[in-house]
């Protein structure tokens, strides 16, 4: 079955520093998404990538899919405070029908 | 209204009790899901909904027995749970299937004891 990694685990940054988490697939996938979920709470959409090579901006955010739709990343420039949570990249296969979700990426940030 | 509502948030129950855990939205949305996640661990998808039939059910034990009374609700029963059940479970709901942003609830924290 389709499988999604996600790398690193964990990530400690000094806040003001950057981060990059990475997402990998074992297939092709039609899209992908990512989420951030806080401490105690629950997924909360971000973006959804479709387009081969697409990037896409979202203020200190910038996301990445791959040329050959089978990886993903997530660049967050300047880190805050209120960065912290997990990050996770899910795949959307071809056949449309499920999400998978990575591993997830935790970060923290000192202050 | 872009929420989605869970009932109860957080929820202790015996090995032996019958427990139902409720999702609502008004959205529109026509799939509707649940996921279990424990900690630090990714939510791991249950089952699906789409235009309230059952799609997917991600072979879960049927001591887990979904049900989707119309398109707006959808219930999770529990009965002879095992500790290890113990976990967060989210539902979620999205336009169609997958293809557009999932809106997940807070989710219930379940414990089984």
């Known amino acids: 079955g389709q499988q999604v990694m996600q790398i690193p685990q964990y990530q400690h940054v000094q806040e003001g520093e950057d981060f990059t988490t990475y997402c990998n697939s074992s297939?092709?996938?039609?899209?992908i998404q990512w989420y951030k979920q806080r401490p105690g709470g629950h997924p909360v959409f971000l973006i959804q990538?479709?387009?081969?090579?697409e990037v896409k901006k979202q203020k200190r955010l910038t996301f990445q899919f791959g040329e050959a739709k089978k990886n993903s990343s997530l660049h967050i420039t300047a880190t805050q405070t209120t960065d912290v949570g997990t990050y996770f990249c899910?795949?959307?296969?071809?056949?449309?029908?499920?999400?998978?979700f990575g591993g997830g990426t935790r970060l923290m940030v000192k202050p | 209204d872009t929420e989605v509502t869970q009932t109860p948030k957080h929820l202790v129950m015996g090995m032996t009790n019958k427990k139902s855990l409720k999702c609502e939205q008004h959205?529109?949305?026509?799939?509707m899901y649940w996921y279990k996640q424990k900690a630090k661990k990714p939510p791991e998808l249950m089952f699906v909904?789409?235009?309230?039939?059952?799609?997917i059910n991600e072979s879960v034990p049927s001591r887990f027995s979904p049900e989707c009374p119309n398109s707006s609700l959808l219930n999770l029963h529990l009965h002879a749970l095992q500790p290890e059940d113990s976990a967060l479970y989210l539902c979620?709901?999205?336009?169609?299937?997958?293809?557009?942003?999932?809106?997940f609830g807070q989710g219930t924290r379940l414990t089984v004891v």
């Open positions: 979620a709901s999205s336009q169609f299937r997958t293809n557009t942003e999932a809106f």
């Open positions: 297939t092709t996938l039609s899209n």
């Open positions: 990538l479709v387009k081969s090579g």
């Open positions: 899910a795949g959307i296969s071809w056949a449309g029908n499920m999400l998978t």
């Open positions: 959205m529109g949305h026509r799939a």
């Open positions: 909904y789409s235009y309230e039939k059952l799609s």
